[in-house]
Structures are given as C-alpha cells and as structure tokens.
C-alpha cells in the first residue's frame, strides 16, 4: 500500500497498480468534496431557492410545463424549459414580437374572478402594479378556491428580498405546508392580509422586466382551462374517483365535496411543489 | 538469524512408490509435528485437515493381476508460477528464495480459499471448525509450530519448525549452513521402509538430487508447467502412465481411498 | 399513516398492504441473519463446501449477481458518457439494483471468508498480481461510488427535499454524476473482468484456464462483454416485474426496446468472442496441459450440452431475437429473449465455479458432488430479502422512475374508470379468485 509497508516492491506493475487505486480514490473524494463546496457557495450566493425550484420544475411532468406560447396560441406545442420565467428566454422574445395583443375585459374567467389589470404567475399568484410604483402581490381566485376555507398564510417579514420561483410565502392547511412561490423580484414593504385581499406589498427592482414572465391578457382564459385540466388530472391520480364537469366551476367549498381527496397532493401539484 | 544467506537451496522429495505400503506413518507423524488437530466426529474425508493424505489407487484388473499403489499426496511445492502464491491477494503464501519451499502465513490469511481453488493437487486445507486437543494432547503440543486458528488455509511446509531449529542449532555452532543431518521433515523420519528420500535438489551430490533425476522418477501433472519440487518413483509401468494420464482414461478404484485419519 | 412520506402526486399502496408485502420478506430476513450468524460465530462447518469443493454456491452467486448488477455502470456510461437520454427513465432503478446487488455480494463475502476481519489485509499489504485483489480493490471503490450514485435518489423523498441544504446538494451532486458514471464505468471494467480473470488464470485447474491476450486471460474480457450484455436485460425484466407487482406503467415502452436493442448487441459480440475462445481452448489450450477439452464433457450430467445451452440456446438465440426490431416489438418475446440472456449468465458462471471445481485434476481423482447447506441457500435468500426491502422502500418514499407521474396522468383517465366501476382495488398481494369471491358473497367494500 505504502512505501514503507512490508510486502511493497518497487515495480511498475506494483506502482502503477497503487496509482490507479489513489487516483480513482481521489477523484471520487474530491468530487464529493466538490459538490458540498457548491452547496456552500449556493448558501452563500443565495441561489438556493433558485436550485430548489429547478429541482421542482424538473420534476413535473411535461403536460405541467406547458410554454405560455402554447396557451396564446403562438406555437402548437412547447414545454417550457426555463421554469416558467421568459426573462432569461431565447425563445420568447423572438414569440412575443409577432404577438398581437387583445386586450380582455372580461373578470369572470370559467367562474373565476381574474380582474384583467392583474397579471398572474404560474404558481397562481397575482402581481398589480400600484401608482406608487410598487406592487401588491396576492394568491388568485384559482389558488384560493383549492386552498378552500380553513387556512392560514405565514408572511416573510418587511425587508425580505423575494426572488421570482422562490419561496414567497407559505400557506398551512391542517397538516400540510404549501409554499407559495414568488411572482417577481423586489424586496417586501409592507404585510398584507386575507381581509385586505392582498398579501405582500413590494418594492421591485427593475421596473421594465420585473413582470415579463407573468400571464397577462388574453393568455388568461387558455391558461385556466390547461388548470382545470390539470386539476382533474391530479384529482385522478391522487386517488378520488372525483371528475369534473367539464368547463365546470370551482365552488368555493369546493373542499367538502371531496373529502376523501389526497388534498395534499392536489394542492401540491397545482403549487408547483413536487 | 540470517545466517544461511549465501547459499540457495532447493528442498525437494522423492517417493518411492514401490516402497510404500500405505500405513501411514508420515500422515500421523506430520500431524503430531505439525500441531494438526485431531479430527472432530463430525469431519469427513473432504473437510478434515490432512496435510498428507495417502491415496489408494488401483491398476482396475481383475483379480489375480489387480494391483494397487498408495500415493502419498500434499503440497508439491510448485517451482514456477506457483499456482496458490500468485492468486493470494494479501501475500499470505510466499515461497522462499532461499529455500524454495512455498510458506503459508495463517497469520495473514483471509480465508478466502482462492488458493485453495487454485491448488491442483488438493494440498491445502481449511479450518472450517476451531481447533480442539484434548488435555493430555494439549501436553504434547510441538512448541516450535504455532498452532492455527479456525477460518485460516494451512498446508505441508516441510516442516518449517524443523528446518528453524536445524538454522537455529547452526548458529549455535557458529556455522552459516545447516548441517542437512539436522533437517528432514517428520515424515521422511518416520517412515518405516524409508521410502521417501529429502535433500537439496541443487546439490547434485545428494541421493534425492540423484533420484529426482533417475529413471522411473515422474511427478504428477507435470504438464501444467508448475515445475513441483516432490517427485514420486516406480519402476511399475502401469503407475508411470498413470501419473502421466489425465482423469477419464484413468480408471479410478471403486472403493474411495482409506482416509489415514491421525488422532 | 406514513403518507406524509410518499412522494406528492404518486400512488402508493396503503401502509396496510404495504406491511404484508414487507412481511415474508423481513421473515426471510431474519432467517437469514440467523443462518448469517452461526456462519460468523460458529464456523463455516455450516456449510457445505469442503476443502475440495472450496467455493461454492455463494461465489457463484455473487458472480451471478454482480454481472446482473452491470446494468448500473453500463447504463450509466450509456446516459451520461454517451448521452443516450431515453435511459434516464430506468437510472434510478439500475442504480438501486447495482446497489443491491453489489452490497449484498459483498456482504455474502464477508460471510464467506474465514477471517473477514482481516479483510483490509488486502488493502495494506496486497498482492498486485492476484486477481482477487485487483476485485477487491474495485468492488470496494464500485460500492462507494454506488452509494453516492444512491444518495440523491434518497435525498428527493419528500421530506428530505424540505430541507434545503439536501436539496441543493442533490442537486450540485446530480450535475457532477457523468464524473461518477465515468469512474464507475473505469472500475466495473476492470472487476467484471478480474471477476472472469479469477478463473482464467487458474494453471492448475484446466478447465478453467486460459491463454492471456495482454495481462489478463481471455476470461476477463468475456465476463466484461456479457456483464454488459446482461445487464440491460436485468433492468428489462426487473423493471416489468415492479410494473407487474405495483400494477402501474412506470417506462415507456421505447425504454424497452432499447434496453432489449442494447442487450442484443453486446450480446452478439460475447457470442461471437465466446465462440473463438471455446474452439482456441479446445484445440489448443487444453490438450496443451495434457487435458483433451472433451475429456471434461464426458463425466455424468455435464455434458457438451451445457456447453451448447450456454453459447446457442441461452447466447446467439435471444442475440438474434434482440437485435430483430419486429420482435422487440413484442413484448413477450423481448422479455423473453431478456430472460433467455440472464439465465445464460447463470449458467456461465455456474460452470466456472462449480463445473470447475467439480472436475479431478489428479489422475485418482473422483469428479466431485457438492450441494449447499440450508444455512448457504438462507444466507443468499438473505441478499434476495434485502434487495427486495431495500427496493420497495425506496419505490415507495422516493421516485424511482422519473416517468411515473407523466405516465399515471396519462393512464389517470383509465385508472378513473376503475375506481368509479370497481369501488375498490385488488390489494396486489390478494389472488384475483379471492377479490372475486369477496365481491361475490361480500357486498362490502374491500
């Protein structure tokens, strides 16, 4: 083994035998080394919540990842592969020039209240952008109505600094822990409540690019039907022998009507949490 | 200790088969040298420790030709690529250049029974149970043989202890090499028909040296190119030959060989 | 009740059911222990083998077992060296089996030889030219590299992920993985073969022995090719069966056809080479050492016919069904074919240990009987009981296959229609004339 061990010779067969063990050894030690440095330095640069989310999104199944382009009727069929966030895209800029903008009026969406002035993020959260140049953020009609009636919403403290697709704020249910994910970049200015119908009043960053990534206008109304599909898929295998009607509306103790539903998967799934 | 470090001998035996009548003197007097446990009930001729081990083997005629001739059987002390010492994967089986005898090291063994796979002659055995003497054989233990532990491979290593005292009485007498009167293994000794001859194959002048060269001296599975260093001797052509033949042309006695149990 | 383990959007059978498919097994466990134990505390005189027959049906399982565990590394040289994405659906589980299969073989071992405590022997003084230290060496490493390869897949339960330091190291180890996979890769090259070389290079026992090409008998480099060919159906087949026990699709089928696709080719090659190694040996190798090769053949029930199984029956058949694209498709014949390729590895590997041992060397010689003790068979259903543990807890509390959840949305129309016409599922340990009788006579609900 070592030099001074008995039974070691001096012969290349001897040492290069030896050599190969160390080095494969080595590798393998340092590359494990390697990977608790980077979970440091994520610590230390504040990626984590960053990686979390990739690790969540990763894990959805491709009829989750559904591109907005595909709900606005740009392309026929794309999976996003940036979670959710067209900022950093290629491929959206080269979408959104040929996009041509219908404005909605509507409010009620297949039987949601989804004001037009609000833009909405995946993870069913609303962005509104307020005079002074902040932005409330709050959970949508949508996330709201599968939460149901008993929960309570823990809030990040003023002065946290939210990133978009990390945690924003978490939801309990019983026994259950949801994490809301952040719509946008900014840093919280003020504690909202379900009385005042928002949550989180922010200040972002960068005023230009803070709300490309959100679903706004005509993309709405595609979007919760692709919900409404996917709820039923996640009622289906998580275990209830519930359907929806189809285009049916969401009733808001929707909750009761199925109570031997495996809430905590459903609610999971339409959170974006794997 | 090292005082016989000059000369290089090459220990080596010669059998003489036609001598040999099968009582099995040698494997009693090996083990009670050897510290050999004696054998528990429960052993059989498969798992139990006979470091030699005396076969019949019979010329397969009928009555008034048949003949049979006993085969005393253990390690052959392989020269070249020594097939038990290069498979051991921690040096637990050395073969000394000075002495050319193939040395196990239970002290190092694993107990992986490799080289035991690799032995073509069955020479090696395992302690698959503790070792047990009874009080009175406890007395009678050789002291200058350390006894082995259960889960270790030991073997015939002309006996070592032997040939340490005879290094040993040497250097006593302030000489640097062994006085060969001095070293022969329990079972060269304890043979009544001396049928087994043992020396130094470098030295030509020795008798073994001679014999190993003779006519009529053959080893077993020469062929696989170890090069052993025990020769066996018969001047009867039906057991040149079948040292010589492979397994199905020889036709093995029905009657499985007497096991000379020791103990 | 351990819900809050199971993976979100997955089925997962009741903990009820659960502890009945766990049960035979934890009891085969602990017969196993027990046998495991009188070995270690009392001696191997428990066994069978004897100093003739000095390795017996442990070695040869291990073997086995280890060649079946190759689909580990070659799966993952085949993923991540060579970037064949369509495997990423069975990594998981490839990597659970080599575990499985690489763990246990080490610990039947560790029972197996004498002294165990002494193994690190092996590492402070070894013999370099001894075959069996370069496996130890590489089995060793092979292991660690394992268990790491294993670490994320535990570290994505649900409740581990929570934590957000596990998460992101899984994540920094994950992107790390090809380096992993390469050093697996380095390491199973050279065990699987010193595996093949261990008998290969046994001068005293000509049936085993072979020429070397280079420093290492031809054996070495048989047993790489068809570890790499078995392998892939070893994946093939366990993955039907958790398909079959968990009554779910958890691949697509292209995953296996290319595993069959895969299997076939390297299987080709290990025929091809087998073949030139068998007539080089038989004409020139053997009656070399004075051993005409058909001498062997002619002792009682191994005949040359274990030699024809071996190389056409259980080799170039299912081969040339594997490489048939039209006969992949049928999944029957691929599972089949996978089976015919997994048994002949069996065999392979049979016939070096016991066939080998089994055969006299010395002209006096018997041809030698051996069969295993029940504390042998008990020790390795000890290795098939934990395997088996050791699967079924991570399928249940953690995701094996990636493709689960795509696939249980798709089907999840189908599974729909079932709950709402059956009411209640077939607990998978119940025969199916037992649920039927039940709903028969019972009007209750199971």
């Known amino acids: ?274 | 200790m090292e005082t016989t470090a000059d000369k290089k001998y090459k220990y080596g035996m010669v059998i003489d088969l036609d001598k040999c009548n099968g009582c099995g003197s040698c494997a009693v007097a090996c083990a009670v040298e050897n510290n050999v446990p004696p054998a528990l009930e429960k052993m059989n001729k498969r798992n139990g420790l006979t470091w030699l081990n005396v076969s019949t083997v019979s010329s397969n005629e009928q009555f008034p030709k048949s003949e049979s001739v006993f085969v005393p059987m253990f390690c052959q002390q392989c020269e070249k690529e020594t097939p038990c010492m290069t498979v051991c994967p921690q040096n637990a089986v050395d073969v000394d250049p000075t002495t050319g005898i193939v040395g196990q090291i239970p002290q190092r063994c694993l107990g992986c029974r490799y080289c035991m796979t690799a032995c073509p002659y069955h020479a090696r055995y395992f302690n698959w149970w503790d070792p047990e003497w009874t009080e009175g054989m406890k007395q009678q233990l050789n002291p200058d043989v350390s006894p082995r532990m259960r889960g270790v491979v030991e073997k015939c290593n002309f006996c070592h202890g032997r040939l340490h005292a005879a290094k040993q009485k040497a250097a006593s007498l302030g000489n640097r090499e062994i006085d060969p009167l001095d070293y022969n293994p329990a079972c060269v000794e304890s043979c009544p028909n001396k049928a087994i001859t043992f020396g130094d194959l470098n030295d030509g002048g020795t008798s073994v040296a001679q014999l190993a060269k003779s006519e009529n001296t053959f080893r077993f599975l020469s062929r696989l190119g170890t090069e052993p260093k025990v020769y066996y001797h018969s001047e009867k052509k039906w057991v040149q030959e079948m040292a010589e033949k492979s397994m199905t042309r020889t036709h093995v006695a029905n009657e499985p060989a007497k096991e000379e149990y020791h103990g | 009740m351990d819900k809050i383990l199971i993976p979100r959007g997955l089925q997962r059978t009741s903990f009820g059911n659960f502890l009945m498919w766990i049960l035979p097994w934890t009891a085969m466990l602990a017969v196993g222990v027990y046998a495991i134990y009188l070995c270690l505390a009392e001696g191997l005189f428990h066994t069978n083998m004897d100093n003739r027959f000095a390795f017996g049906i442990w070695i040869f399982l291990d073997l086995t077992v280890i060649a079946l565990g190759a689909g580990a590394f070659f799966t993952g040289f085949l993923l991540y060296i060579l970037r064949r994405k369509e495997l990423k659906a069975v990594i998981n589980s490839a990597v659970v089996i080599g575990l499985i299969c690489y763990s246990g073989a080490v610990l039947v071992l560790a029972v197996d030889v004498g002294q165990p405590m002494r193994a690190w022997f092996t590492f402070w003084h070894p013999n370099v030219h001894s075959m069996l230290t370069e496996v130890t060496f590489c089995l060793t490493c092979y292991l660690i590299v394992l268990l790491i390869e294993y670490i994320p897949i535990v570290l994505k339960n649900r409740q581990l992920r929570q934590i957000p330091k596990f998460l992101v190291f899984e994540f920094q180890l994950h992107k790390l993985m090809p380096v992993f996979a390469g050093i697996g890769t380095f390491l199973s090259f050279f065990h699987q073969g010193s595996l093949g070389g261990l008998f290969g290079v046994l001068r005293g026992r000509p049936f085993a022995f072979r020429e070397e090409l280079g420093i290492w008998p031809s054996t070495f480099f048989l047993f790489v090719i068809s570890a790499a060919a078995a392998g892939p159906s070893f994946i093939m087949l366990t993955t039907w069966l958790v398909e079959k026990i968990t009554r779910k699709q958890l691949v697509k089928p292209e995953v296996y056809k290319f595993l069959g696709k895969v299997s076939g080719t390297m299987l080709i090659a290990y025929v091809l080479l087998k073949s030139i190694d068998t007539l080089f040996w038989i004409n020139s190798t053997s009656p070399g050492n004075g051993f005409p090769a058909f001498e062997f053949y002619a002792t009682q029930s191994f005949g040359t016919w274990i030699l024809f199984t071996e190389i056409v029956f259980f080799g170039l058949l299912p081969a040339l069904v594997l490489l048939n694209s039209r006969l992949r498709e049928n999944r029957k014949i691929l599972l089949g074919a996978g089976f015919l390729v997994c048994s002949g590895i069996m065999l392979n590997r049979f016939v070096m240990t016991i066939q080998t041992l089994a055969l006299p060397t010395l002209p006096f010689d018997d041809f030698l009987t051996y069969s295993p003790s029940w504390e042998e068979v008990a020790t390795f259903l000890f290795v098939v009981a934990y395997g088996m543990l050791l699967y079924s807890l991570t399928y249940r509390y953690s995701v094996i296959f990636p493709q689960e959840r795509e696939l249980s949305q798709m089907n999840g129309e189908l599974s729909q229609q079932e709950f709402a016409d059956g009411g209640s599922r077939r607990p998978f340990w119940q025969p199916k004339f037992v649920t039927d009788l039940l709903n028969k006579f019972v009007s209750t609900k199971l």
């Open chain 1, 1 to 274: 083994m070592l030099p001074w061990v008995y039974e070691f010779h001096w012969t290349a067969f001897h040492i290069t035998f030896l050599l190969i063990f160390f080095t494969v050894f080595v590798v393998v030690v340092s590359t494990v080394i390697l990977a608790m440095r980077r979970t440091q330095q994520a610590e230390k640069d504040n990626t984590m919540e960053s990686i979390q989310w990739h690790s969540d999104f990763d894990d959805l199944s491709p009829a989750f990842k559904v591109c907005r382009h595909e709900l606005n009727g740009d392309v026929k069929h794309r999976v996003c592969d940036h979670g959710f966030d067209c900022r950093s895209c290629t491929v959206h800029p080269l979408l959104v020039s040929k996009q041509q903008k219908h404005p909605l009026l509507q409010f009620e969406v297949y039987g949601f209240t989804m004001p037009p002035y609000r833009m909405y993020h995946r993870g069913h959260t609303w962005v509104q952008e307020e005079n002074d140049g902040t932005y409330k953020i709050g959970i949508d009609d949508f996330g709201t109505r599968i939460l149901g009636r008993a929960y309570s919403v823990e809030l990040p403290p003023v002065g946290t600094r939210l990133s978009v697709n990390g945690k924003g704020m978490l939801v309990k249910k019983s026994n259950m822990n949801i994490r809301i994910l952040s719509p946008i970049d900014g840093e919280v200015i003020e504690q909202g409540d379900s009385e005042k119908g928002w949550y989180l009043k922010v200040k972002a960053d960068d005023s230009k690019k803070v709300t490309a990534h959100l679903l706004k206008g005509e993309e709405i109304p595609n979007w919760i039907l692709r919900e409404l599909e996917r709820l039923q898929i996640s009622f289906a295998t998580c275990g209830v022998g519930a359907t929806l009607a189809d285009g049916g509306e969401l009733a808001p103790d929707f909750h009761r009507h199925y109570p031997k539903a495996d809430w905590d998967g459903v609610i999971g799934q339409m959170f974006l949490e794997a």
